[in-house]
């Protein structure tokens, strides 16, 4: 394992948090993003992809969720990843608990920069989320880790020996299948995506997934996902 800060390691942003965390503030939920931005996410995918996640984090309907819940607030970090060697954290952790904290949010997506790389790791992904997650300055109730791509581990470490791995430490794994008719970098999927997220990358207590048919869709299936997981619902397993 790295020694380095995950800041330092991972290349973040230099952008401020919204809310500076006091030792230990708790939040109803951690939630680690974790982006593919591999090759075959072109720029155009990339800029509807960013753009899902902004809209999404400030739709109202998330925000009141985020407001429902027993604190009032999550923490979120933002994750990009490709191949087995590259992994950063784009936004670090970040407390979400007002209308104004989630635009600042997606203002720091917005300014931050962005970079396409070979290969997919979804396994490197997961890794380096749960390092996010075990340095997060705040405690929260539930972790989960919130997997989105458009393709099939062809890098580093089996997924579902990572899965497993991350499972065992009470985190939840999410995912977010982009059905892409698009030719991939490196092999396609033996199946369906999402099934191969359903057997091979989401797994916790209420794990599920939510499939965005192609990248126009992927802002709505965004919002449903994150109204899912801060609310603590369960959610679809297939599709």
Known sequence: ????????????????????ARAEE???????????????????????????YRNAMTDPRVVEAIRGGMTGAIAVAYVEWAGSDYQRLVIPWTHIGSQAEAAAWATALEQAPRVALSW???SGGLDFSMRTLMESPY??????ID?????????????????DRVVAQGVTIN????????????????IPLDAYY???????DG?????????????????????????????????
Do not use: C, W, Y
């Open 139 to 144: 405690e929260g109730t539930r972790r989960v």
């Open 120 to 122: 997919t790791s979804i």
């Open 1 to 20: 394992m790295r020694r380095r800060s995950l800041l330092a390691a991972g290349g973040a942003a230099m952008l401020p948090a919204t809310h500076p």
């Open 147 to 163: 997997v989105s791509g458009d393709g099939v581990n062809n890098s580093g470490q089996p997924v579902e020996a990572v899965r």
């Open 198 to 204: 359903r057997d091979s990358v989401i797994g916790g």
């Open 26 to 52: 708790s939040v109803d939920l951690l939630l680690v993003l974790a982006v593919d931005v591999s090759r075959s996410i072109d720029d155009d995918e990339a800029r509807l992809q960013r753009e899902g």
């Open 175 to 190: 995912g977010l299948p982009i059905i892409n008719d698009r030719p991939t970098f490196g092999r396609p999927s033996p």
């Open 207 to 239: 794990a599920f997934l939510i499939a965005a048919e192609d990248f126009e869709a992927f802002g709505n299936a965004v919002r449903r996902k994150l109204v899912r997981e801060i609310a603590g619902l369960p959610g679809p397993v297939f599709g």
